[in-house]
């Protein structure tokens, strides 16, 4: 079926149609108004015929279909924004988003624990000497605040403290393909570092066992371990507890890190999670994260 020309073809064509009718009658004579009215008609429809070839199948029109820039199909969907120094910050939980007892620090920055320190037995991989690495990669990242590697961009970190648990938050931006990595070798450690040893400066050993953990669906992707640490503090057996959690929203993430010696903090991790996920999307979007958010029981 032939294309029907557009609307501002029409009149191109008309208007040529136009003028040729006037050429002609001002040169033709009362004799010849009939043959010139013939003509000219002639000549209309050929002008008409040749704009119309003349017009580009994929020229922009006033139909939907034929514009990319109105077309809602043709319209890039909205994407983050990248992450300033001030949104990193901005992003970051307060003592608001979580619900207990609690209380925000000033030097989670320096927060390390020592049951973390460890060089991991490499004779516990006797079929797999790499998942030793991914082992040792996860205690050290675990101790260093820095699971998902090093940020490429603007970073921030709080912390809350709650009888002997923490909470530790890291907001930053990374690059893409790097924290892509990063959560599929989070997926892995399940499966490489279910169970191992790792013993410290003094000899002394500890167990290191490494579930899955729970996560709530929010941000782009996400991954959880839970881990538990059994060694000794101060002389005393002891048990260190961690969840885990890291987000992506576009080219940032959050991590959130909760436990300790008191068990197991899962609940709030969570809560954590959820809140600081909001709180990330809503700066990425340009706006300012609640002072009081509405969303907790």
Same mark, same amino acid.
């Given at each position: 079926?032939?294309?029907?020309?557009?609307?501002?073809?029409?009149?191109?064509?008309?208007?040529?149609?136009?003028?040729?009718?006037? $050429?002609? @009658?001002?040169?033709?004579?009362?004799?010849?108004?009939?043959?010139?009215?013939?003509?000219?008609?002639?000549? @209309?429809?050929?002008?008409?015929?040749? !704009?119309?070839?003349?017009?580009?199948?994929? #020229?922009? $029109?006033?139909?939907?279909?034929?514009?990319?820039?109105?077309?809602?199909?043709?319209?890039?969907?909205?994407?983050?924004?990248?992450?300033?120094?001030?949104?990193?910050?901005?992003?970051?939980?307060?003592?608001?988003?979580?619900?207990?007892?609690?209380?925000?620090?000033?030097?989670?920055?320096?927060?390390?624990?020592?049951?973390?320190?460890?060089?991991?037995?490499?004779?516990?991989?006797?079929?797999? *000497? &790499?998942?030793?690495?991914?082992?040792?990669?996860?205690?050290?990242?675990?101790?260093?605040?820095?699971?998902?590697?090093?940020?490429?961009?603007? #970073?921030?970190?709080?912390?809350?403290?709650?009888?002997? #648990?923490?909470?530790?938050?890291?907001?930053? !931006?990374?690059?893409?393909?790097?924290?892509?990595?990063?959560?599929?070798?989070?997926?892995?450690?399940?499966? *490489?570092?279910?169970?191992?040893? @790792?013993?410290?400066?003094?000899?002394? *050993?500890? $167990?290191?066992?490494? &579930?899955?953990?729970?996560?709530?669906?929010?941000?782009?992707?996400?991954?959880?371990?839970?881990?538990?640490?059994?060694?000794?503090?101060?002389?005393?057996?002891?048990?260190?507890?961690?969840?885990?959690? @890291?987000?992506?929203?576009?080219?940032?993430?959050?991590?959130?890190?909760?436990?300790?010696?008191?068990?197991?903090?899962?609940?709030?991790?969570?809560?954590?999670?959820?809140?600081?996920?909001?709180?990330?999307?809503?700066?990425?979007?340009?706006?300012?994260?609640?002072?009081?958010? $509405?969303?907790?029981?």
């Amino acid at each position: 079926m032939s294309r029907r020309p557009s609307h501002p073809v029409r009149l191109m064509a008309s208007a040529l149609a136009a003028g040729a009718l006037l $050429t002609t @009658a001002a040169c033709s004579d009362d004799g010849g108004g009939s043959r010139a009215a013939s003509d000219t008609a002639a000549q @209309a429809r050929a002008a008409e015929q040749n !704009a119309a070839k003349q017009t580009p199948s994929g #020229s922009p $029109t006033d139909s939907p279909t034929g514009s990319p820039t109105n077309s809602p199909t043709g319209s890039p969907s909205a994407s983050p924004s990248t992450l300033t120094e001030s949104g990193a910050k901005a992003a970051l939980l307060t003592e608001a988003d979580l619900e207990g007892e609690w209380n925000q620090v000033q030097d989670a920055d320096k927060w390390r624990d020592r049951l973390l320190v460890g060089e991991v037995d490499v004779s516990d991989f006797l079929t797999a *000497k &790499t998942d030793a690495a991914d082992c040792q990669r996860l205690l050290d990242g675990l101790y260093r605040d820095n699971l998902l590697g090093e940020p490429s961009g603007p #970073s921030a970190l709080t912390g809350f403290e709650q009888g002997d #648990s923490r909470l530790l938050e890291q907001v930053a !931006a990374y690059d893409r393909a790097g924290l892509d990595d990063s959560l599929k070798w989070m997926d892995s450690l399940p499966q *490489k570092c279910d169970q191992f040893t @790792a013993t410290d400066e003094a000899g002394e *050993k500890r $167990t290191v066992q490494v &579930t899955e953990a729970s996560v709530p669906e929010v941000g782009d992707a996400r991954e959880g371990l839970h881990v538990t640490v059994q060694g000794t503090a101060a002389d005393n057996p002891a048990t260190l507890t961690l969840d885990v959690v @890291a987000v992506r929203v576009g080219t940032s993430a959050l991590t959130v890190t909760g436990g300790g010696l008191d068990g197991d903090e899962a609940a709030s991790v969570e809560q954590a999670v959820r809140q600081g996920t909001e709180r990330l999307k809503t700066v990425l979007d340009g706006g300012t994260p609640s002072p009081q958010p $509405t969303n907790l029981d």
